[in-house]
């Protein structure tokens, strides 16, 4: 019942019944870094362009020429992966998604080759339509979600695991990979020279080494976690979507497309205003569906168009990603999209020690609606108190800020429930200290373990229990939702110590003492050289680095061109989507930019059967 009821209301929202050619949706930022910057650190050129970027989203880095890594799935392999069934013209409904056929690779790109293929004839050959291009493809994508304007089914195959199947990427020989290899004789080299094969094995821009990257605040999360620290695979077919959604723990997001047709990506600002923004358009549109599940935003099964939160003053950007491109995610920013044909992608999470904020926040909203998180945000940020010497001066600011938060916090409310009755039991009971010079396998089961009974939070430095029950455990904010028993009941148990966690903050807050009377004096040695060098009547001009860029936020009127659209336009202006595919000899690498899959041998599709009359 409550499924027509919002068939019903989701028809009823709609007042257009046809929609102008085009989706306006103004483009999102795409860097050109050189090839010296290439070779350094991605963090670093991340940094650098972040005060850019960020304030769209998302944003595209076009690796420069000379770069062209193997596709290393075996594209011959026997072995099947799963696929997710989705429905296009039910993606407004938050409609979990059904199982779909499972394929081997090759399997799945003749599939999808031929389903694109017949898509083409149907839609636009036969009928004297003109050429296929991503912008009516876009339109067409958007008739069926927005206005049901056909029903239409695809098979994605979304999340497959790297390190049960396949990379897309070499595996590292110099322990930078979690699912790789170290051989003593290859960490003894030089870095290897761009654009060789080692130099793809061990680059920092390979998705499955760039959460052990120097500056990477991940490269202390040494338990395996897929989509965290190992990469996802995708296979894609023509329409087939990544619904809106945020990355875990408000984390980055890097994701490479290896090769076949272009994928279509939206993007929104990760401020706190445009991504609370987002969640009410999701709540006023679904409402009756939350009510049944109230965390569906993070099931990533839903997809609703852009002109809903243009209608409500959200900005929203979009980007066009080619083979060989990379597209980067910013802490909480929405983000969505669909593939235009056939195609391979893969994608992992990463986190700059500027992540530490949105961390925080990440971990008091998951809270609010007890969703666990992916790891403790209290261990990590002790553990990162323990490499200092990895992080900048504003970098330590803001662990110092969240050290203060949580620290103020975790005495404050021990204070009051001791005050109120609980017991402390730390003398009569042995608990095991909590590892703090990283987060491993072990660390994250014992974790697991004490998960707060309302919040599903980590209870890291302290727990309350009750004697009625010998598994429920309560973080200190909701100890007197956990029963009706009488306060002497319940007894504490404290993994950290006051002191070890003043400590803490006290060894921080030395640190950046340091750094900030290194700072002074290198700027004060700056200010000698400069006045010695500087006339007295224009002091000012030895300040002078050349005009101030004009802010970012008035880049983001709609019209205007983001940095670099207008040049990624003109590099793509004469690409056509093509959905033939070659196998290459022993799978080992496909053309790109276009897929080609030999369609000599004929295959059903196996998409639902509504697909047979686009």
């Known amino acids: 019942m409550e499924e027509k009821l919002l068939q019903q209301a989701i028809a ?62 075996d594209m011959k392999s026997g072995k099947q992966f799963e696929t997710k069934n989705q429905k296009l013209h039910r993606l407004q409904e938050g409609v979990t998604f059904g199982d779909g056929d499972e394929y081997t690779p090759g399997e799945y790109m003749k599939m999808a080759s031929e389903t694109a293929t017949r898509y083409q004839d149907l839609n636009y050959d036969s009928i004297g339509k003109g050429p296929m291009t991503p912008e009516k493809l876009e339109q067409d994508y958007w008739n069926m979600v927005d206005l049901q304007s056909k029903k239409y089914s695809v098979e994605y195959g979304n999340d497959i695991d790297t390190g049960k ?32 094969d080692d130099f793809y094995k061990e680059t920092w821009w390979n998705l499955n080494n760039i959460s052990s990257c120097p500056g990477s605040v991940l ?57 609370d923004g987002l969640e009410r358009i999701f709540k006023n549109n679904l409402s009756m569906k939350m009510k049944e599940v109230p965390d569906l935003l993070h099931h990533i099964t839903t997809m609703f168009s852009p002109r809903l939160l243009q209608q409500a003053n959200i900005p929203v950007y979009k980007l066009l990603q080619y083979p060989g491109e990379f597209v980067v995610t910013f ?45 403790s945000h209290d261990r990590l940020t002790f553990t990162l108190a323990r490499y200092l010497e990895e992080h900048s001066l504003p970098s330590c600011i803001m662990l110092e800020k969240e050290l203060e938060r949580v620290i103020s916090e975790e005495l404050r409310l021990r204070t009051r429930l001791l005050e109120q009755g609980v017991r402390d039991v730390s003398s009569q009971i042995s608990l095991p200290k909590n590892r703090l010079d990283q987060l491993d396998e072990s660390s994250a089961d014992y974790d697991d373990k004490r998960l707060c009974f309302s919040c599903k939070h980590v209870c890291f430095f302290s727990a ?85 860029p004009e802010p970012v936020e008035s880049r983001m009127i709609y019209g205007e061109s983001a940095p670099g659209a207008e040049q990624d336009k003109g590099k793509h202006k004469n690409f056509r989507l093509d959905f033939s595919v070659d196998h290459i000899e022993n799978g080992a690498r496909l053309l790109k930019p276009r897929i080609r899959i030999s369609l000599s041998a ?11 009359t686009p």
């Open 219 to 275: 490269r202390h999360v040494k338990c395996k976690i897929t989509g965290i620290n190992i990469p996802w695979l995708y296979f894609g077919c023509l329409f087939s979507t990544f619904c809106w959604h945020n990355e875990d723990n408000y984390l980055y997001s890097i994701n490479y497309h290896h090769a076949g047709a272009p994928k279509q990506w939206y993007g929104v600002p990760g401020t706190r205003k445009d991504a």
């Open 464 to 548: 309350v229990a009750c004697e009625c029950s010998q598994s429920k455990v309560s973080c200190l904010r909701h100890s007197h939702y956990m029963c009706r028993c009488q306060t002497h009941m319940r007894y504490m148990m404290m993994w950290s110590t006051v002191a070890e966690m003043t400590e803490t903050l006290e060894k921080v807050q030395k640190h950046i003492s340091q750094l900030t009377k290194e700072k002074d004096g290198i700027v004060a040695k700056e200010i000698d050289v400069v006045a010695s060098s500087t006339s007295v009547e224009s002091p000012s001009k030895a300040f002078q680095t050349g005009p101030l």
């Open 331 to 375: 802490p909480r920013a929405f983000h969505g999209g669909f593939s235009m044909g056939p195609n391979i992608g893969e994608a992992v999470n990463f986190a700059t020690s500027d992540w530490i904020s949105h961390g925080s926040d990440a971990s008091e909203r998951y809270r609010s609606y007890a969703r666990s998180a992916v790891f």
């Open 165 to 196: 199947f396949w990379s897309g990427f070499p595996l590292s020989e110099r322990g930078r990979a979690h699912n790789g290899s170290t051989r003593r004789a290859k960490q003894k080299q030089a870095e290897p020279v761009f654009g060789t």
């Open 12 to 73: 009823n929202s709609r007042v257009e019944t046809s929609r102008p050619q085009g989706v306006d949706v103004p483009m999102g930022p795409t860097f050109f870094p050189t090839v010296e910057e290439f070779t350094l650190n991605p963090l670093v050129y991340i940094d650098k362009i972040r005060p850019i970027a960020e304030k769209y989203g998302v944003c595209k880095i076009v690796p420069p020429p000379g770069w062209n890594p193997p596709l290393c799935v």
């Open 602 to 612: 004929t295959t059903s599709s196996k998409t639902d059967s509504e697909n047979s």
